[in-house]
């Protein structure tokens, strides 16, 4: 069973496509309002959230997804690797927006728990390297002593991030995904860069779970959509090489990658 930690907006905790494949805080107590683990974070059952400094609570809108973009996120992890297991951890309110800092604190959660696999589908564009050289940091830290593999959406502004770049997108040990069309091109809106952006996904009209409707699914496009994929291969990889480092399991992934003219 691989943990897959998903950075975002929240999740529908009671989501048909996900209930069943939420990860669970064994040491804690479900509503007793204790932190029985002494880890922070107040009745952190399925997750956390950052914005609250507690577990994330099916109380809030949506059943834990004010905003909906992360339901719809963990939603292709669970449908593409249904042996994983989803932990929601939200830094971003109902209008999607965040703060980086939070991000740190969400990566820290997920890796004392135990996550493989990190997906951030997430970002801002043309914050100066000097600004996330604390997050190349925390990346390396958590590939070296954990083994954890880091995901990151590319961004949907058509730019070239070798020129522009994107945070965490452009940070150093991440796994950078863009997106591609039905027939295998670069999808209008995402960003690329030879060196910057390492893989594509499909990114265009994903159908996945609604989190305004907890038995529905719904259509979105970006490389939100894109980056699951690959964090859903990784865990499915992560499942099969037990302890594996992270840059086994990158290298698993990479190998099995095929070029196209479309892409270059």
Known sequence: MTIVAIVDSGVNLKHRDIVTKLWKNSAEIPGNGIDDDSNGAVDDVHGFDALASAGLSASLLNDGDPQGHGTHVAGIVARLSPKSKIMPIRILDADGNGRMSDALFAWSYALENGAKVINNSFGVVGLPPAEFSFMEEAVRFGREKYGAVFVVAAGNQSNNNDILPGTPANVSGMISVGATTASGGVASFSNFGK???????????????????????????????????????????SGKKKNSSALVLEQTVFKGLRPSEKLA
């Open 195 to 237: 060196t910057s952006v390492h893989l594509f996904a499909p990114g265009e009209r994903i159908v996945s779970s609604d989190a305004f409707n907890s038995s529905g699914s719904t259509i979105k496009n970006g490389t939100s959509q894109a980056a699951p994929m690959v964090s859903a291969v990784l865990a499915n990889f």
